[in-house]
């Protein structure tokens, strides 16, 4: 009975601890913000919401509970020395790199931080205030690097397996501005998960665990204490050459390829604590090479959500809508309707005024190959039966997509258009071929008088060609 109730104050106090620190609340505040701003932003680019993201937001909540436990568990195996004050250091550096771009809000990142400043204080040995600033300090001297190495690829090594299951299900379109300088549809694949974790650490008085964790084996035996640790993982990726899918596919297995790398270097760690600063900066180093290779691929690659001359090209479709029933889906084409052609959405209208009550369609899959559909139309039918289309040269587009930061969560999102630069500078160069094409005003004859011949002499014969 000792050892139940000892337990259960342990679990008492680690929730009171995850219920008492702001950060796991700030997590999820910003989840919601970013959903919410998500929302926003269709409807200005495309009048209309096309996904309900209150499921979004549960099952991103769920998620990150259920991780959580996991890691917690595998954490209660390997073990872990971590003070109080270095939660609310990681929790704060956190909040702070989301101040400049919300895919920096990452444990890997804030433990690289984290390392940074260990450095710069191991370098000040004298320096030692007092108060609370001085126990900060403290701990973060004495901080357990090679337990949150571990932390750090478990929670990596789970983000590319959630990253593969359901960051498709994130993924939202968005308009943006193309190589070209003209709109271009994308997608935007952000996924973030608040993570709360709950940690053994070493005390005196505790409970004693009937196993010895692998890290720190001779501090354990005095008993052990439960605290919090919330933190963030997340991955934000922009395509606009492939199908949200395809783009899942090859980041997750670029980061399950990197946390493998990062597993050798983190059991390394825990046998020689002096390899983690190593590993967190070659962390570090993999993540952003990923980053990197995902935006050279987009530059380097055809636009793929753009109007063609076969059909209007697909950029999403609303869920439950005529479309998603008859299985339509983004990146295909409408080419005929009801028999006519479709060039752009005010074709589309007028062919299905041809039978308001019926509609044929021919739809052209990504290989370019030809498939039949029809379908009863019905009052309160999406007006482009759930189809949202590439963009044209006149649709407004959203700046910040590959910039975002915590203040574009607190502020409305931009849209506005593109100038006319490009197609001015195509009318002008029109404009100077047509002139320079122009025929010539022929010059009047010249009257042959005793006078011109005499200050010019008679005109010679042109040559024959």
């Given at each position: 009975?000792?050892?139940?109730?000892?337990?259960?104050?342990?679990?008492?106090?680690?929730?009171?601890?995850?219920?008492?620190?702001?950060?796991?609340?700030?997590?999820?505040?910003?989840?919601?913000?970013?959903?919410?701003?998500?929302?926003?932003?269709?409807?200005?680019?495309?009048?209309?919401?096309?996904?309900?993201?209150?499921?979004?937001?549960?099952?991103?909540?769920i998620t990150g509970m259920i991780v959580g436990l996991l890691v917690s568990i595998a954490m209660a195996f390997i073990g872990i020395h971590i003070q109080t004050e270095v939660t609310w250091c990681i929790g704060t550096i956190?909040?702070?790199?989301?101040v400049f771009r919300l895919r920096y809000a990452h444990i890997t990142m804030a433990l690289a931080v984290l390392t940074i400043i260990y450095m710069v204080l191991l370098s000040l040995p004298s320096w030692q205030p007092t108060g609370f600033i001085g126990q900060v300090i403290e701990s973060i001297r004495n901080v357990d690097l090679p337990g949150l190495l571990a932390i750090s690829v478990l929670l990596q090594l789970i983000e590319a397996v959630l990253f593969r299951m359901q960051a498709t299900r994130f993924s939202s379109p968005v308009v943006i501005e193309g190589k070209r300088g003209k709109p271009v549809g994308a997608y935007a694949i952000e996924a973030f998960w608040p993570i709360p974790l709950?940690?053994?650490?070493?005390?005196?008085?505790?409970?004693?665990?009937?196993?010895?964790?692998?890290?720190?084996?001779?501090?354990?035996?005095?008993?052990?204490?439960?605290?919090?640790?919330?933190?963030?993982?997340?991955?934000?990726?922009l395509t606009q050459t492939h199908l949200p899918q395809v783009k899942v596919n090859a980041i997750a297995k670029r980061l399950l390829q990197s946390s493998f790398i990062m597993i050798v270097l983190a059991a390394l760690a825990l046998w020689w604590a002096p390899i983690a600063?190593?590993?967190?900066?070659?962390?570090?180093?993999?993540?952003?090479?990923?980053?990197?290779?995902?935006r050279r691929e987009e530059s380097q690659q055809s636009p793929l959500f753009i109007r063609g001359l076969r059909g209007l090209k697909i950029l999403d479709v609303i869920p439950a809508s005529p479309a998603a029933e008859l299985g339509i889906t983004a990146g295909e084409s409408v080419y005929k309707v009801n028999g006519q052609l479709i060039q752009d959405p005010q074709s589309l209208?007028?062919?299905?005024?041809?039978?308001?009550a019926f509609c044929k369609l021919e739809i052209l899959n990504i290989q370019g190959e030809s498939k039949f559909l029809q379908r009863a139309i019905y009052a309160g039918d999406h007006h482009q039966l759930g189809m949202i289309f590439a963009p044209d040269d006149q649709a407004v587009i959203s700046p910040d997509i590959q910039r975002l930061s915590v203040w574009h969560l607190v502020t409305k999102p931009r849209v506005h258009k593109l100038n006319n630069s490009y197609q001015e500078a195509d009318a002008i160069l029109l404009l100077e071929s047509n002139l320079s094409t122009e025929t010539e005003v022929p010059e009047e004859p010249i009257e042959l008088t005793p006078e011109y011949i005499e200050k010019h002499g008679l005109p010679k014969r042109p040559r024959r060609k």
């Amino acid at each position: 009975m000792n050892v139940l109730g000892e337990a259960l104050r342990m679990i008492g106090g680690a929730l009171g601890a995850l219920l008492t620190q702001p950060f796991y609340y700030i997590f999820l505040i910003g989840v919601l913000l970013h959903y919410r701003r998500q929302g926003i932003l269709e409807r200005k680019l495309f009048n209309i919401r096309i996904y309900v993201y209150a499921g979004r937001v549960l099952r991103t909540v769920i998620t990150g509970m259920i991780v959580g436990l996991l890691v917690s568990i595998a954490m209660a195996f390997i073990g872990i020395h971590i003070q109080t004050e270095v939660t609310w250091c990681i929790g704060t550096i956190l909040i702070l790199l989301s101040v400049f771009r919300l895919r920096y809000a990452h444990i890997t990142m804030a433990l690289a931080v984290l390392t940074i400043i260990y450095m710069v204080l191991l370098s000040l040995p004298s320096w030692q205030p007092t108060g609370f600033i001085g126990q900060v300090i403290e701990s973060i001297r004495n901080v357990d690097l090679p337990g949150l190495l571990a932390i750090s690829v478990l929670l990596q090594l789970i983000e590319a397996v959630l990253f593969r299951m359901q960051a498709t299900r994130f993924s939202s379109p968005v308009v943006i501005e193309g190589k070209r300088g003209k709109p271009v549809g994308a997608y935007a694949i952000e996924a973030f998960w608040p993570i709360p974790l709950w940690l053994f650490i070493p005390s005196t008085g505790g409970l004693v665990l009937p196993w010895t964790p692998l890290h720190g084996a001779e501090s354990w035996i005095n008993g052990v204490s439960l605290t919090a640790l919330p933190v963030m993982i997340g991955c934000s990726i922009l395509t606009q050459t492939h199908l949200p899918q395809v783009k899942v596919n090859a980041i997750a297995k670029r980061l399950l390829q990197s946390s493998f790398i990062m597993i050798v270097l983190a059991a390394l760690a825990l046998w020689w604590a002096p390899i983690a600063i190593p590993a967190l900066v070659i962390a570090v180093i993999l993540r952003e090479w990923i980053m990197y290779v995902s935006r050279r691929e987009e530059s380097q690659q055809s636009p793929l959500f753009i109007r063609g001359l076969r059909g209007l090209k697909i950029l999403d479709v609303i869920p439950a809508s005529p479309a998603a029933e008859l299985g339509i889906t983004a990146g295909e084409s409408v080419y005929k309707v009801n028999g006519q052609l479709i060039q752009d959405p005010q074709s589309l209208h007028a062919a299905l005024r041809i039978n308001p009550a019926f509609c044929k369609l021919e739809i052209l899959n990504i290989q370019g190959e030809s498939k039949f559909l029809q379908r009863a139309i019905y009052a309160g039918d999406h007006h482009q039966l759930g189809m949202i289309f590439a963009p044209d040269d006149q649709a407004v587009i959203s700046p910040d997509i590959q910039r975002l930061s915590v203040w574009h969560l607190v502020t409305k999102p931009r849209v506005h258009k593109l100038n006319n630069s490009y197609q001015e500078a195509d009318a002008i160069l029109l404009l100077e071929s047509n002139l320079s094409t122009e025929t010539e005003v022929p010059e009047e004859p010249i009257e042959l008088t005793p006078e011109y011949i005499e200050k010019h002499g008679l005109p010679k014969r042109p040559r024959r060609k």
